[in-house]
């Protein structure tokens, strides 16, 4: 009895590979995997790839568990990697940007030089200008002193939504 449940499983796996393999190569040049919409994705990691596309449905390429598990074996022995030969490995995905830490940075220690009554320091960066008295005042890294109606006529806006007291 055993044995026929084995084999019957055997056989459903062998019926499957090659729709597996037709539906994969459906897929568009460079894709990793297809979302639930019937859209594909190229992303290099499964997670975030069909973010607005109600999901993935299936991921054709490898994991990006091998790759932590190859991060952790080149801790131990940096050599082994060294000596893989770079025929035998599948084209790599670009490699991912490292994230950006969402810490709010701090002020300058110091204003820049300028400024004065009347005068609104302007974020280039941002659009954003910072009256004086704020923590901001003088202190981003990119941004000029102007007066404030003319910080309004270039497309600039107060920070918050709040205008300067005279």
């Given amino acids: 009895m055993k044995a026929s449940i084995v084999f019957a499983l055997a056989f459903g796996c062998l019926l ?3 729709a ?5 190569s459906a897929a568009p040049a460079g894709s990793t995997g297809q979302c639930k919409d019937g859209s594909y994705t190229s992303n290099a990691t499964r997670r975030g790839a069909c973010r607005g596309h109600k999901g993935v449905k299936e991921w054709y390429a490898a ?3 091998p790759a932590k ?4 074996s080149s801790k131990k022995a940096p050599a082994a990697e060294a000596a893989a030969p770079a025929a035998s490995a599948p084209a790599a ?6 994230k950006k830490s969402m810490t709010w940075a701090r002020p ?5 030089p300028g400024g004065g009554p009347g005068m609104v320091w302007v974020n280039s960066g941002s ?6 008295g704020d923590k901001w005042y003088g202190k981003t ?3 000029e002193y102007m007066s404030e109606a003319d910080a309004k006529a270039k497309g600039n806006h107060p920070e918050h939504g709040k205008a300067c007291k005279p």
């Fill in 127 to 132: 659009k954003v200008y910072h009256c004086p």
């Fill in 93 to 98: 995905a670009p490699a991912a940007a490292p």
């Fill in 141 to 143: 890294r990119h941004g």
């Fill in 16 to 18: 499957a590979i090659p």
């Fill in 108 to 112: 300058a220690a110091t204003a820049a």
């Fill in 63 to 65: 994991d990006s568990a």
């Fill in 69 to 72: 598990a190859a991060k952790k």
């Fill in 20 to 24: 597996v393999q037709a539906q994969q």
